[in-house]
């Protein structure tokens, strides 16, 4: 159970986990030179042809399109301007994303950036991910009518990851493969 209601995870034969999408909501439209400032890049280089936007599938998130990966990299947050905005908003995350990737099989590399819940940037965010998805089905940044991409993150903070994003119909998932990480256990001295 999460804050936005019941998740259900479904596994497939590929050992892919999928988490079924809320259908969208979109809002507020943004203005390109204050999320220029906010991200510290030339205005420029954020892709005009699609808008700056809240959108959400569960959490709200400002989706920003980046033309290049060179520009994506460089973004770093005006934390200032950044609670300044968000203050007037339902969105508390932004996240940039660019068609340029690191890899040749990702379709997109995506930077999440959440200081206002302690997290300067995240390697791996779902939720993020999910609105993206809708984002990108509704302003046809991929010219298909159902989806099937792969979403790169986290190579900027040395932790890179990868998400699966599928839309059939009107139906979304974000999907991911999970990784061991190390396992350990704590004996406390009560002396």
Known sequence: MTDSGLVTIDCDQDDVYWIKQKQPSFSSILEGAIIADLLSIDACE???????????????VIIVPIKKLSALKKVKIDHGIYYELIEELEAKGICVFSTETYSKRADINVRDF?????????????SSNGSILAYLKRYKVFQ??????????????????????????KDMYVGGKIKKVPKGEWFLNNT
Do not use: C, F
């Open 46 to 60: 954020i892709d005009e042809r699609y808008p700056i936007q809240v959108v959400s599938t569960g959490l709200p």
């Open 114 to 126: 959440a200081p206002y819940y302690g997290i300067d940037e995240d390697a791996t965010t779902g």
């Open 144 to 169: 298909s009518k159902n989806l099937n991409l792969i979403s790169e993150q986290g190579y900027e903070i040395k932790r890179p990851s990868t998400l699966y994003l599928r839309s059939i119909d």
